[in-house]
């Protein structure tokens, strides 16, 4: 276990009305709420507001007013878990502009992934695509992802998993792997900062 808990940004990729990814990304912050080595920020993208015409050198007054805000949460967080949901194959473009309007703020942190949608995939595709970006960003992704087959029949009416401990074992292990990347990044980059 980490001597301090390890700052861990949870980001809800989609902003679709009634979207599956608020069910999910409820349930994920359940888990992790339960341990006592992780500090939750929970960023759904619903509520921020950045153009999709970005990311720009000079950006407009009112993108400059989200970036002071999203921007010291995501430099603060030592982990992330991106809770995304498959669109066609790949993930939301609200997902990849949010992605795309901050750049330091990613670097050698590990990030995880909890996925849904993409029928029986369970929105594998999009995580595999999600890896990419975060590698160009100098991120670490995580092996381990919790997946969600079959869309909303994967949860009953009070939003908690039809396989519950399945997905809360897939959780735990993910969450292992994060922890463990998060705590020997910290202590690397105390020794040496990261620079690219």
């Not at 993208?45 to 949460?73: C, H, N, W, Y």
């Not at 990849?96 to 990030?111: C, G, Q, R, S, Y």
Request: with cysteine; hydrophobic share 45%.
């Amino acid at each position: 276990m980490p001597d301090q808990p390890v700052q861990l940004a949870v980001i809800t990729g989609s902003v679709r009305p009634e979207r599956l990814s608020a069910t999910v990304a409820d349930w994920f912050v359940g888990q992790a709420r339960r341990r006592s080595d992780v500090a939750l920020d929970l960023i759904d993208l619903a509520d921020v507001s950045l153009a999709m015409d970005g990311p720009v050198f000079d950006p407009a007054p009112r993108a400059k007013e989200q970036l002071a805000i999203t921007g010291p949460r995501l430099a603060r967080a030592e982990a992330f878990v991106v809770v995304t949901p498959e669109y066609n194959h790949s993930f939301p473009a609200v997902l990849k502009n949010f992605i795309d309007w901050h750049l330091t703020e990613w670097m050698a942190k590990p990030v995880g992934f909890v996925s849904h949608g993409g029928g029986v995939g369970g929105g594998l595709r999009a995580v595999e695509q999600l890896r990419q970006v975060f590698a160009e960003l100098h991120a670490v992704t995580v092996r381990d992802t919790v997946s969600f087959h079959g869309g909303q029949a994967a949860f009953d009416g009070d939003g908690n998993p039809r396989d519950n401990d399945g997905c809360g074992a897939a959780a735990k292990t993910m969450l292992d792997q994060i922890l463990w990347w998060a705590t020997a990044l910290r202590d690397a980059k105390a020794r040496r900062p990261y620079s690219v």
